[in-house]
């Protein structure tokens, strides 16, 4: 209401033009000449109606017809006019817009102008938490967005893979390491000569394969850089897509508390990091986690099939605590949050 009184005060006392480009019609009862602007197919946007407030209101055009929607207008044509109203009536009337009854012809007239849907009738609010529950976005829709640069997401696929399996392979190398330093151990008393010829001839053919682990190791976390790669350029993206739906919108989508411009500029920075972070380094791990597990098995099974059986029976209980230790650990950082927020 200030900026309104200030925009009034300035078309009314001072000796200068004013031009207002309006959503809200209320904004503009006061002014001397009214321009609606109406969109035809052969000859694009033109000038559809000309006239102060009051008198377009009497043509019952199609100005008259958006403002009745809105609440800023009576009903009635014969009634008096908001714009000769009290402040409170008028305040009273835009708060109860939404009560306004149009006859038939009104809403024909209207919806030719401005075409409606289902989706239009219902409440914003309602409607927004419908589309937040019935949108499911997969990891599918994200890979089409990033299809550009899938190639990236394979790179990165596959340093995983590389990085997973290291640590498998390197469990039979040290092995067969350790056993041949127990050989050495056990009948160097006996034949020295042959057990010292047998650890070097062990040596020689272990410290090449362990130069090879390291460097397959090294390859594999540099290839999960692609992932932090192909991430900033998804998050790029969404953020544009996210800056453009918002400047598309009317007037009336942020009427809702939720979408002020703090939440929106939170939504562009928060929720787009966190897609950032689903499909970057946080995925590398977790498949980087699933391939050591799965090969671990494999070795366990192959080597030794009871200990890999008994592995596997433990595998659930492992993964039944490290779940429950992340919700305790989320439910403190929950925690922590409310209580900032109490002292605040």
């Not at 390197?170 to 127990?182: R, V």
């Not at 739906?245 to 928060?270: E, W, Y």
Request: aromatic share 8%.
């Amino acid at each position: 209401m200030e900026v309104q009184a200030a925009l009034d005060q300035l078309m009314v006392q001072n000796n200068i033009t004013v031009i207002v480009i309006a959503h809200r019609l209320a904004t503009i009862r006061k002014v001397d000449r009214i321009f609606y602007m109406s969109n035809d197919g052969l000859e694009g946007t033109v000038i559809a109606e000309e006239g102060s407030f009051d008198q377009l209101i009497a043509k019952g055009g199609l100005f008259a017809v958006m403002a009745r929607s809105q609440g800023a207008a009576p009903s009635s044509e014969e009634g008096p006019t908001l714009r000769d109203a009290p402040a409170t009536q008028q305040e009273e009337n835009e708060d109860d817009y939404p009560n306004q009854i149009l006859s038939e012809e009104e809403i024909a007239k209207l919806e030719e102008e401005v075409p409606r849907t289902e989706r239009q009738s219902v409440p914003i609010e309602e409607l927004a938490e419908w589309e937040m529950q019935r949108t499911q976005v997969g990891p599918l829709r994200l890979l089409k967005l990033n299809k550009r640069y899938v190639w990236a997401l394979l790179l990165a696929l596959l340093g995983s893979l590389i990085a997973g399996a290291v640590a498998p392979v390197n469990t039979i190398l040290l092995g067969k390491l350790l056993m041949s330093c127990a050989n050495y151990e056990s009948v160097k008393f006996f034949f020295p000569d042959v057990a010292e010829d047998d650890l070097k001839s062990d040596m020689k053919l272990y410290a090449p394969l362990f130069i090879v682990i390291a460097f397959a190791c090294f390859v594999g976390w540099v290839l999960q850089f692609f992932y932090g790669f192909a991430g900033e350029h998804l998050t790029t993206k969404i953020r544009i897509m996210l800056f453009g739906q918002i400047l598309r919108q009317d007037m009336s989508f942020f009427d809702t508390p939720s979408r002020d411009a703090g939440t929106l500029s939170g939504m562009l920075s928060g929720d787009c990091e966190a897609i950032h972070q689903l499909c970057g380094q946080s995925i590398g791990l977790k498949i980087q986690t699933v391939c050591t597990i799965l090969i671990g098995i494999i070795i366990g099974l192959v080597y030794q099939w009871k200990l890999g059986l008994i592995a596997m029976a433990c595998l659930p209980l492992i993964v039944f605590a490290v779940l429950f230790e992340q919700m305790l650990m989320s439910g403190l950082n929950d925690g922590k949050k409310a209580m900032a927020m109490t002292r605040w």
